[in-house]
């Protein structure tokens, strides 16, 4: 199961490794096989 602290590691993450480069959050959690649908229930 996944807390907040793992979700807001990783969009930290994505924002430091990925979103500058222009790559989609859903290109972002196949990469790192997370399932983009659990994101969509958290408010990031």
Do not use: H, T, W
Request: net charge neutral; with cysteine.
């Amino acid at each position: 199961m996944y807390s907040d602290s793992d979700f807001e590691r990783f969009y930290v993450g994505y924002m430091v490794e990925a979103m500058r480069r222009g790559a989609l959050i859903q290109a972002y959690c196949k990469k790192n096989n997370v399932p983009y649908n659990l994101l969509q229930y958290y408010e990031l």
